[in-house]
């Protein structure tokens, strides 16, 4: 970046992500627009910790199960649903902001259609999928508590976590808040049938799943 001389990182994730200490709210700004939208890697900023994430071939898979998993319950159960993906969701005030793998807008979709985020003036998304592979999420999280993510699924060790925000935490429940039908149990129980079906037989199951519990 030209004029900003690269701090040496504080710690690192083999050949996955890094980690950057003393980056003003001003030089994560500039990195975030020279380094533009196309590009692979994600960014999580925390009052002058910066953290870059390059995800891996299993993060993109086990987060394109959840995302196909959470869309496919909101069409069977008619919520409305507004996705915006990994967009960065910052707040100057706060001097943080985050990529999410995945954030979506339910119970307050109707507020945020039509129109760009402005954390400044709108809700936060009601939930955010996040995936640890070869960097945990911890402060990603806190992110999100301080922007005010009510809900978060998170797929580490192997299993995915449902949590909700409670008091500024993030604390484990079962089940999920905004779909109440849906357990960490019956969430992680279909992630590993994944495994052994391809795709599209697989959200054909879950979908039948999700019409049985509605019968």
Known sequence: MVG???PKPSSSSPNRGVVLQGISWETYLKMLAEMGEHRACRLAYRQGRLEILMPSDLHESNKKLLERMLEALTEELDQPL????????NREDLRQGAE???CYYIQSASQIIGRRIDLERDPPPDLVLEVDISSPSTQRMEIYAQLGVAELWRYV???VQILRLEDGKFVVCDPSPTFPMVST???NEF???AEMQDETAWIRSWRRWIREQLS
Do not use: N
């Open 82 to 89: 507004k996705s915006f993906g990994s967009t960065t969701l």
């Open 185 to 187: 149990a019956v969430l």
């Open 191 to 193: 992630l590993q049938a």
């Open 100 to 102: 999410p793998d995945s």
């Open 4 to 6: 900003v001389a690269p």
């Open 157 to 159: 060790q192997g299993e």
